[in-house]
């Protein structure tokens, strides 16, 4: 445990209406990143952040927006969700970019879009 | 780009019986291969890791892995399951110089019956 938590950890909201996910970590990581899990498709990432205000895109972010202005926060919105957009999201956080540090993942988020 | 294929959606295995999930993967470079394990309706978290080296991984929870670079193989196994390893499994690859970003397979099920 890393020290990350996700808020909320469930959600139900319909088509069209702003969603933001909130990812907090108290390690001082730099790396932070959003995935999104759905089955046979494993984790996809769709944003990430390479320290405050610096972010950019993964493999899957069209509808997705993010957010670091501090350190230990790192926010997921979706501007008007869709259907498509439910999942499990998870956050991960990293210390440094060497291959001997691991990412560390928080508890997820379930979105249900209705 | 790289891409992980894990061949197996869903492993059944009894207890106490030796197990195997493959994972394959593609690149153009040389990568790091990593496997997580996700417990029911938690977040993910690390199995093992090969960076350098032997290619012989030793993990938590008596898991081990072999690198196999001729076969772009990286498949994990474990000589006898308990109940408790009913999880789920990701493989993931990461390539040199990218700076720890992770590619995942679409996971693999395994089931441990009594």
């Known amino acids: 445990d890393a020290g990350i938590t996700q808020s909320p950890r469930h959600k139900v909201t319909e088509t069209g209406t702003p969603v933001t996910l909130r990812c907090h970590q108290t390690?001082?990581?730099?790396?932070m990143y959003w995935y999104r899990q759905d089955p046979g498709h494993g984790l996809r990432l769709i944003h990430y952040?390479?320290?405050?205000?610096?972010?950019d895109k993964g493999e899957v972010s069209d509808g997705y927006s993010v957010s670091r202005s501090k350190t230990e926060d790192f926010l997921l919105t979706l501007e008007s969700a869709t259907s498509s957009q439910t999942s499990v999201y998870f956050c991960?956080?990293?210390?440094?970019?060497?291959?001997?540090?691991?990412?560390?993942f928080g508890p997820g988020t379930r979105l249900t879009v209705l | 780009a790289q891409s992980v294929t894990q061949l197996d959606s869903q492993v059944p295995v009894f207890e106490e019986a030796p197990v195997e999930l493959r994972c394959n993967y593609s690149?153009?470079?040389?990568?790091?291969l990593f496997w997580y394990v996700q417990y029911p309706n938690q977040g993910l978290q690390l199995l093992l890791k090969?960076?350098?080296?032997?290619?012989l991984v030793k993990g938590i929870n008596g898991f081990e892995a072999e690198f196999n670079k001729s076969q772009t193989s990286f498949h994990l196994r474990k000589p006898s399951v308990h109940i408790s390893d009913t999880a789920e499994y990701f493989c993931?690859?990461?390539?040199?110089?990218?700076?720890?970003?992770?590619?995942f397979g679409g996971g693999t099920r395994l089931m441990v019956k009594p």
């Open positions: 991960a956080t990293l210390g440094t970019s060497g291959p001997t540090d691991t990412q560390y």
């Open positions: 390690e001082n990581h730099r790396y």
């Open positions: 952040s390479y320290g405050v205000k610096d972010t």
């Open positions: 690149s153009s470079v040389s990568v790091y």
């Open positions: 090969y960076l350098s080296g032997s290619t």
């Open positions: 993931a690859v990461s390539e040199h110089n990218a700076g720890n970003m992770l590619t």
